[in-house]
T-cell receptor, first 111, second 112 residues
Framework: DAGVTQSPTHLIKTRGQHVTLRCSPI?????VSWYQQVLGQGPQFIFQ???????GRGNFPDRFSARQFPNYSSELNVNALLLGDSALYLC??????????FGAGTRLSVL | AQSVSQHNHHVILSEAASLELGCNYS??????LFWYVQYPGQHLQLLLK??????LVKGIKGFEAEFIKSKFSFNLRKPSVQWSDTAEYFC??????????FGAGTRLTVKP
């Protein structure tokens, strides 16, 4: 079975641009969560979606938004990119919302 | 708000040495506890988890962790480490229906 897949794997943007990151959960998983991992730190929670509804939101500005589609895949959008948004963005899926399975991440560099 | 503290930023051990990585959390209610591992160049993988029951839980690759409720701790242990255990280890906590909080991670280097 395929694990959590994320695309793209790497992305380079400039300040002020917009970015969309994509995630496909493990088949049968209805919950998707997004995390930001800055070098040297643990993942920081951004959003959780379950059955297309937002279940949780971390302490991130409104420039960050997400949605979940009927097939349970998800997109994370970041507007007006800042240098500080450079990070590894992780997607995790779960069947019940407890045990989360992570993808390899999207490495975003903002220049 | 929940927070997770991992006491050691970088641990260096020789093969066959014993390992204990500390993790403390701040949350007064019922929590689920996790240890995740990230091997070089790989994604985060679940090592072990605690939801309820026996406070000593066993995970993959010979790892175990003990939940001590009175100390708000969930320390990770392994009696004898191997070079292949070199990785970054993250403790994580989530209360039911809440977001998951991760510690800053502990980088383990095992010298052959």
């Amino acid at each position: 079975d395929a694990g959590v897949t994320q695309s793209p794997t790497h992305l380079i943007k400039t300040r002020g641009q917009h970015v969309t990151l994509r995630c496909s959960p493990i088949s049968g998983h209805k919950s998707v969560s997004w995390y930001q991992q800055v070098l040297g730190q643990g993942p920081q929670f951004i959003f959780q979606y379950y059955e297309k509804e937002e279940r949780g939101r971390g302490n991130f500005p409104d420039r960050f938004s997400a949605r979940q589609f009927p097939n349970y895949s998800s997109e994370l959008n970041v507007n007006a990119l800042l240098l500080g948004d450079s990070a590894l963005y992780l997607c995790a899926s779960s069947a019940s919302g407890d045990i989360q399975y992570f993808g390899a991440g999207t490495r975003l560099s903002v220049l | 708000a929940q927070s997770v503290s991992q006491h050691n930023h970088h641990v260096i051990l020789s093969e066959a040495a014993s390992l204990e990585l500390g993790c403390n959390y701040s949350y007064g209610g019922t929590v689920n506890l996790f240890w995740y591992v990230q091997y070089p160049g790989q994604h985060l993988q679940l090592l072990l988890k605690y939801f309820s029951g026996d406070p000593l839980v066993k995970g993959i690759k010979g790892f175990e962790a003990e939940f001590i409720k009175s100390k708000f701790s969930f320390n990770l242990r392994k009696p004898s480490v191997q070079w292949s255990d070199t990785a970054e280890y993250f403790c994580a906590v989530n209360a039911p229906n809440n977001d998951m909080r991760f510690g800053a991670g502990t980088r383990l280097t095992v010298k052959p």
